[in-house]
Every structure is written in structure tokens, then in C-alpha cells.
């Protein structure tokens, strides 16, 4: 097992290597760093003295060694457009970030998790039917409809939850509930197929013969290894909440990541942009990888192939 996690883990660190790379890559030929702390109208003198005081005249690899060696000690530099330390913004904005995408997954597996063993305990039945209906629709609904939506709702018809900012739980209620949606077509279907297909295999038919029936069948057999695909899925959606949540923080005025990057890359603050999309890119590959550990420990197979 430790051998497995040493070759995950190790292929996640190439994949964080690559990614910081590229990001670093695609931003600079995207933008001047010298002219977005100038400002668009600055004299060419301006840009080639600030060029050469930040450095951005030296050789490219140079400046990518240097901002990697600053990087993993933890200083990401200075944001030109906050004029503060990158370190000290993402420290700021990320724990409404963090509580969102917490409770965004928390959203997808008790909407998704249920309406796919159901649809899997009574295939091509109403309630497969009207499960596959919820995921499609889900699948359909953009979040900024389905925020706005709620908002007027819940927010303005019924005032039940507030309409925007991140002071207490309740502002994370219609967020995360936007936010999980999204996920709940693909984590409800895997469930229903992957179910459907352990139902039938040999072992649960042997644990019917010796008697087991209903829920105790269900979760001490049959549960088990239809969660190994939903791990991985569950594990890339976490992921993916914290950067596909621009949208649901800008509707609901969220102060995090999702916001600041918005602001960021709108004031072409390209340290800012840059560790973020690096952040977002290494929770994604941290997620990856803690899936991968955990179905090699629910599944021996995989860490033995």
C-alpha cells in the first residue's frame, strides 16, 4: 500500500509541476506584467523602468525558478492590483470558499446518493424514471438561472435565507444548494449503474442465499464496491467546486476565491490569478490523489494491479 501511495503521489507532485509551469507560461504571453502595474495609458518609459525594477526583463526560466523557489516557501510575491501579499488575500478569501464547496458536496451526496440507489433497486420503474428526470434537469439548469431563481424565492418572496454575503450558515444554504446541483447528475448516475451491476454479480446473489435481504445486504455488500467510482467522482467534484464557484459567489456576493479571481483577473493582477489558478489546480490533484489511496484501500485489486 505504501509503495501504491509513493507512485500516486509522486505522479500528482509531476502533474503540480506541469500545471504551475503552464500557468505561468500561458499568463505571461497573455498579458505584460510590466504594462498591467503601469496602467494602460503609461509612457513606454514607464513600462521599461518598471520592467526592469520588477525584473520582468531577465530570461523566462530565470523567473520561473525564481517564482517557483519563492512558491513553495509560501511567498507567491505581491498583488499589483491589491498592492498586498498574494499569501495573505488567498488566506483571507478562502475559508467561505472552503465552507461552500463543503457544503456543496455535502448537498450532492444526499440528493444524488439516494435517487441513485433508488433508481438502481427498481430499474425502468416511476422512480427510476422520475430519478433520471431530476439529473437531466439538474444537468440542464445553468447556476446563475438556478441562483437567481432561488433568490428571488427564498430570498425575496419568502425571506427565509439571506440574500447575499457570508456571515453565518444561512448565507451558505442557497449557495451550496446551486452549487451541488450541479454535480448531482453525474454522482446519481454512477450510483445507479454501479449498483445495478453489483446486484447482479455472484457474491451478492451467494449473500442472498445465505439470507441477508434489504438494507443489511444493501450497505454490507452490495454498497461497498459500488462506492469505488463515486469516491473518485465525489473527490473531483470537491475540486472542482472551489474553481467552478466564480459564478456562485458573484451572485451572492461570497468574499472568496471565486470573487477574487473575477477581480483579479479583471484587474490583469497576474500574481494573483496566477497562485490561484495554481490552488485550484492542487486541490484538484490533492483530491485525485487521496480518491486513488482510498479505492486502493476499499479495493485490493487496484493497488495490486
Known sequence: MLRFALRRLGLAVLVALTVSFATFVLLNIATDPAQAIAGENAEPELVEQIRHEYGFDRPFMERYGSWLSHAVRGDFGRSYYWHDSVSQLVAKHAPPTIRLALMAVVVTVLLAIPLGVAAALRPNSAL???????????????????????????????????????????????????????????????????????????YVRTARAKGYRGVSLLLRHAMRNAMLPIVSVLAVQLGQKFGGSVIVESIFAINGLGRLTLQSILGSDIPTVQMLIFIFALVFIVMNFLADVLNALLDPRIRMG
Do not use: C, K
Open 128 to 202: 427510476d424514471r422520475f430519478s433520471l428526470g431530476v439529473a437531466v434537469s439538474a444537468q440542464a439548469i445553468p447556476n446563475f438561472w438556478l441562483g437567481l431563481v432561488l433568490v428571488i424565492l427564498f430570498s425575496v418572496m419568502i425571506p427565509v435565507f439571506p440574500v447575499s454575503g457570508d456571515g453565518t450558515w444561512l448565507h451558505y444554504v442557497l449557495p451550496a444548494l446551486v452549487l451541488g446541483t450541479s454535480s448531482v447528475p453525474a454522482v446519481m448516475r454512477l450510483t445507479r449503474a454501479g449498483l445495478i451491476e453489483v446486484m447482479g454479480s455472484d
